[in-house]
C-alpha cells in the first residue's frame, strides 16, 4: 500500500516517492552530546526509528544516518566545568545516548556520523559556497549571505524580517546582514579547532548536517527529519546551504518534524524545574512504557507527560501482557508472527500510531474471547506480529510483572515460597494466614491473582 507521509516543506500530506527505490536515504538530527538526554529529545529517534522500520518492510535498502553534534559550545563549557577534555565529555554522552535509545528499543540507525570527523568535507562546502557568491569571509568567521538565497523562510514560513525579530541572532559587525549565519568560527587556544583557510577555527551547528548527509546520503536526499523546534533556524539553513553548495539541487524532498513535549500542560524547561531526563526516567519505569507514551500520540502533534500518563501506559501494556499470560502455553511459530494489515495500514497513513495502538486494543480483545485452541493460536499470533511492529510486548510475560521487584525488599524465590505457603494455608482452611500472606505481599506491591490454574503473582509498582 502507498505510504503518505505529511512534508512540512509543502504543509500537505503526500505520496511518498523516493528518488532510488532501490536505496531510499533518510537522515535524523541527533543530540548534542555535553549531557543525558531530556525525554523530549527522544521522540525523534523512536517515532523515525518507526518509520525507518515501515520504509525497511516497503523497500528493499534503506540508508538511515543520525548524527551526533560533539562539536559545540554547551561541550566545550561542560568540559571546562568539569575539568576534563573534550572528548571525555562527548564519548561518554555519546555512549549513554546510545545505550538509553537501545532500552527505549528505538531503531539503531545504519550511520551515525559525527561533526569532528568530517571536519574536511565542512570546509569544503564552505570553500564552495564562498567561491559561489554565497557566504563570505571576516575576521575569521565565514558567514552565509541569506540575501543570495531568494527561497530562504519556505520552510517555516517567514519572511527573513520576521525571523530576525522572533529569533535570538547575533548583530556582529562583520556581517552584511543580521540574518547571516555562521558556518565557520574562530577558537582562542583553549577551544577546538582546526587548520582552514581563514585561520583555526570549528565548525558553525548547521553546516554539520549539510556536510554530513551529503557524505553519506547523497547531495539530494529522500527524507530530513526532526523535532518541530528544529525547522527554524536549523533546518531552513540546511536547506540554504546545501541547496547553494549544490547547484539549486533539492536537498530534502519530504521533511518530516514531531511536535514537543509539554509536562502537566507546560513547557519543559530548566527554569520551571520540570525538565525529565531520559536516563533517569529509564532507571524508573520500563522502556516499553516510555516507547509506549512517546508513540502514543500522533507524531506530528503536541505530547503531554505526566505520571497520571505513565501510569496509563503501564496499565495498558499490563493488560496486553496479561493476555498473553493466559495464553503462554499456546504456541506461535516465529514465522505465524507478521504484522497485520490493519497496523501496516495505520503506520502508511503518516504514521498514525493511534490508530495502530487502537487495532493492536482490537487483537489483544480478540484473543482474549478466543475458546478454541486454534483461535486462540491466531489471535496470539496476530497480536504478537503487530506488537513486534510497533516494538511493544516485546518480554515474556512472566518476566514482564516481575520486572520491578526491588532487591532490597523482597525476591522472586522467597516471593514464590510464600505464594506456596497461603495455598497450603488455604488448603488447611486457615484463612487468617492465607489472608495475612496475601496483604504482607500486597504491602511490597506483589499481588496474587487467583486463576483456574492456580495462583500466579505480579509486581504493580509504577517506578514512580
Not at 532510488?20 to 537522515?27: I, N
Not at 519530504?254 to 524547561?269: C, E, I, P
Not at 501482557?321 to 497496523?343: K, Q
Not at 515460597?417 to 482452611?429: G, I
Amino acid at each position: 500500500m502507498p505510504l503518505r507521509l505529511y512534508n512540512s516543506l509543502t504543509r500537505r500530506v503526500e505520496e511518498f516517492v523516493p528518488l532510488d527505490p532501490q536505496r531510499v536515504t533518510m537522515y535524523v538530527c541527533g543530540p548534542t552530546v555535553y549531557n543525558y538526554v531530556h525525554i523530549g529529545n527522544a521522540r525523534p529517534p523512536v517515532v523515525f526509528g518507526l518509520l525507518a522500520r515501515l520504509l525497511r518492510r516497503l523497500y528493499p535498502k534503506l540508508v538511515y544516518a543520525r548524527n551526533i553534534t560533539d562539536v559545540d559550545d554547551k561541550i566545550n563549557a561542560a568540559a571546562r566545568e568539569a575539568g576534563v577534555p573534550i572528548e571525555t565529555i562527548t564519548s561518554g554522552y555519546a555512549r549513554a545516548f546510545s545505550d538509553d535509545m537501545a532500552r527505549l528499543g528505538a531503531d539503531p540507525a545504519d550511520l551515525t556520523p559525527h561533526a569532528t570527523a568530517h571536519i574536511a568535507p565542512i570546509i569544503a562546502m564552505c570553500e564552495r559556497l564562498i567561491a559561489n557568491g554565497h557566504a563570505y569571509a571576516a575576521q575569521g568567521h565565514v558567514l552565509f549571505d541569506v540575501t543570495s538565497f531568494p527561497a530562504y523562510g519556505a520552510l517555516s514560513g517567514r519572511s527573513v524580517e520576521d525571523m530576525i525579530a522572533g529569533a535570538r541572532v547575533e548583530v556582529a559587525p562583520y556581517k552584511k546582514n543580521p540574518a547571516d549565519f555562521v558556518l565557520w568560527k574562530p577558537s582562542t587556544p583553549d577551544l577546538p579547532g582546526w587548520d582552514s583557510p581563514w585561520g583555526r577555527g570549528r565548525p558553525g551547528w548547521h553546516i554539520e548536517c549539510s556536510a554530513m548527509a551529503a557524505a553519506h546520503l547523497g547531495e539530494s536526499i529522500d527524507i530530513h527529519a526532526g523535532g518541530n523546534d528544529l525547522m527554524f533556524p536549523h533546518h531552513e539553513n540546511e536547506i540554504a546551504q546545501s541547496t547553494c553548495a549544490h547547484g539549486g539541487k533539492i536537498f530534502a524532498r519530504y521533511w518530516l518534524h514531531n511536535g514537543m513535549l509539554t509536562f502537566d500542560g507546560r513547557k519543559m524547561s530548566k527554569s520551571l524545574g520540570n525538565v525529565r531526563v531520559l536516563h533517569d526516567l529509564l532507571d524508573r519505569y520500563p522502556g516499553e512504557v516510555l516507547r509506549f507514551l512517546l508513540l502514543k500520540a500522533h507524531y506530528r502533534q503536541p505530547l503531554d507527560w505526566s505520571d497520571a500518563a505513565l501510569a496509563q501506559a503501564r496499565a495498558t501494556l499490563d493488560g496486553w501482557y496479561t493476555v498473553l499470560r493466559d495464553l503462554a502455553d499456546i504456541e506461535v511459530a516465529p514465522g505465524e508472527r507478521e504484522s497485520p494489515a490493519a497496523i501496516d495500514a495505520a503506520l502508511c497513513d503518516d504514521l498514525n500510531t493511534p490508530e495502530a495502538f487502537a487495532v493492536v486494543a482490537g487483537l489483544a480483545a480478540a484473543a482474549r474471547a478466543a475458546r478454541t485452541r486454534e483461535e486462540q493460536r491466531r489471535a496470539k499470533a496476530e497480536l504478537l506480529g503487530a506488537a513486534d511492529m510497533l516494538g511493544i510486548l516485546q518480554h515474556d510475560p512472566e518476566a514482564w510483572f516481575k520486572q520491578d521487584l526491588a532487591s532490597d525488599t523482597i525476591d522472586a524465590a522467597e516471593i514464590q515460597r510464600r505464594v506456596e505457603a497461603r495455598v497450603a494455608a488455604k488448603q488447611a482452611r486457615d484463612f487468617a494466614t492465607a489472608d495475612r500472606i496475601r496483604d504482607e505481599l500486597l504491602a511490597v506491591g506483589v499481588v496474587i491473582e487467583d486463576t483456574a490454574q492456580g495462583p500466579r503473582w505480579k509486581v504493580v509498582k509504577t517506578g514512580g
